[in-house]
């Protein structure tokens, strides 16, 4: 599950499911604005955009996060491919995916989608959690729920942060063993790009998340906060 920034469900959180799939998770990016039509904001319409995100209520998040959960565990892969729709990319080879649907589901989040990324590690039933830039820390992106360095102290689930060097607030509230810190780079750095290198330690730790899983080859082929 790729939980978009506040810009909704951009090119970067498509390629984001692409490059995930590729690796051969199913991939979905929940559009949490969906109420206003979509699917995102230029990068011009930013203060638009933040005042879309202030206009979010946790009940809904829980819903569509959950959602999007039991969506992803509902799929089943036949020889042909996955059934269903909502995935983007394709090359699947199992991992995180059984004959009989999806066995592991793992988020990835990108600045407010990486405090509710953080969140789900912490309520929803999911193997591990890595979060992008993520805000919250010290206070939370919406009134009544707890600030990231909380949400961490109470996940179940294994999670990895990176973070510009330059979000000193955030680096000085999450666990050092769990943080890749980009040097010189400031909040929302990804927009820029990731490194290869980036990548590739997401992987590491996504494909740790399912090594238990048995896999299966497949022909190929998508309480609250």
Known sequence: MVLHDV???????ED??????RDGWLAVSPYLYYKRGGPAFDA???SVARREMERLRADDLAVDLNGAVSYLRGKGL????????????GGLTGGGVTG???SRVAVVGFSMGGYLATWAAAHLDVTAAVAVSPSGAGEAPWDGLPPLEKLLA???APWLGLLGERDEQTIATVPVDSVVTVPGAAHGF?????APALWQRIAAF???ARIEVPAQRCSPGGSHP
């Open 7 to 13: 810009l909704g469900v951009t090119e970067h959180a």
């Open 16 to 21: 984001v499911c692409r490059r995930l799939a």
């Open 44 to 46: 011009d319409d930013l």
């Open 78 to 89: 036949t020889e042909s491919g996955p059934t269903g729709g909502g995935l983007t990319g």
């Open 100 to 102: 009989g649907g999806v």
């Open 154 to 156: 109470g996940r179940h």
């Open 190 to 194: 990804y927009r820029a790009g990731l």
């Open 206 to 208: 996504l494909d740790q």
